[in-house]
T-cell receptor
Framework: KAGVTQTPRYLIKTRGQQVTLSCSPISGHRSVSWYQQTPGQGLQFLFEYFSETQRNKGNFPGRFSGRQFSNSRSEMNVSTLELGDSALYLC?????????????FGQGTRLTVV | EDQVTQSPEALRLQEGESSSLNCSYTVSGLRGLFWYRQDPGKGPEFLFTLYSAGEEKEKERLKATLTKKESFLHITAPKPEDSATYLCAVQAVIQGAQKLVFGQGTRLTINP
């Protein structure tokens, strides 16, 4: 059974640019959550999608957005990148919403903003 | 404010030296507590879920326990391959929505 797949693994972007990250959940999982991980703040919740609907949202600015497709794949977009957006972005999938059961994480996308 | 605090921040042990990691939480509406292991440059790997005080789960050298205010991850006779960051997360109802709140993690190093 394939795990959670995130692409790309690494990205380098310039301040002011925008970026789109992709996440393919485990087959059959309909919940996808996104997290930002930095050394100073740890893992912080961005948002969760279940069956193409955003169910929960963390305390991040509107520059961070996402969507989920009918095949449960999800994308996260960050516009007008800032240096502080450099982080490991993690996606987690679960068969039920809001982590009612254990969530399985992908390897992450390492974003560096220069 | 809902919080999850892990201690210690870092722990260095000799191979075979047993110890415990702590996760204390102050959240209302606790729905579950999760333990994850994270290796450098990788995503967290699920270890355990605990739902109610008194519950215990075991996997190889790891044992997780839960009380009303904290959870412990006991590691017995650890090996160097147990070196990793261990993350605790609490599923709680925050402002009417269920969310996972993570602690900062404990960085565990096992010396051979």
């Amino acid at each position: 059974k394939a795990g959670v797949t995130q692409t790309p693994r690494y990205l380098i972007k310039t301040r002011g640019q925008q970026v789109t990250l992709s996440c393919s959940p485990i087959s059959g999982h309909r919940s996808v959550s996104w997290y930002q991980q930095t050394p100073g703040q740890g893992l912080q919740f961005l948002f969760e999608y279940f069956s193409e609907t955003q169910r929960n949202k963390g305390n991040f600015p509107g520059r961070f957005s996402g969507r989920q497709f009918s095949n449960s794949r999800s994308e996260m977009n960050v516009s007008t990148l800032e240096l502080g957006d450099s982080a490991l972005y993690l996606c987690a999938s679960s068969s039920k919403p809001s982590g009612t059961l254990e969530a399985f994480f992908g390897q992450g996308t390492r974003l560096t903003v220069v | 404010e809902d919080q999850v605090t892990q201690s210690p921040e870092a722990l260095r042990l000799q191979e075979g030296e047993s110890s415990s990691l702590n996760c204390s939480y102050t959240v209302s509406g606790l729905r579950g507590l999760f333990w994850y292991r994270q290796d450098p440059g990788k995503g967290p790997e699920f270890l355990f879920t605990l739902y109610s005080a008194g519950e215990e789960k075991e996997k190889e050298r790891l044992k997780a326990t839960l009380t009303k205010k904290e959870s412990f991850l006991h590691i017995t006779a650890p090996k160097p391959e147990d070196s990793a960051t261990y993350l605790c997360a609490v599923q709680a109802v925050i402002q009417g929505a269920q969310k996972l709140v993570f602690g900062q993690g404990t960085r565990l190093t096992i010396n051979p």
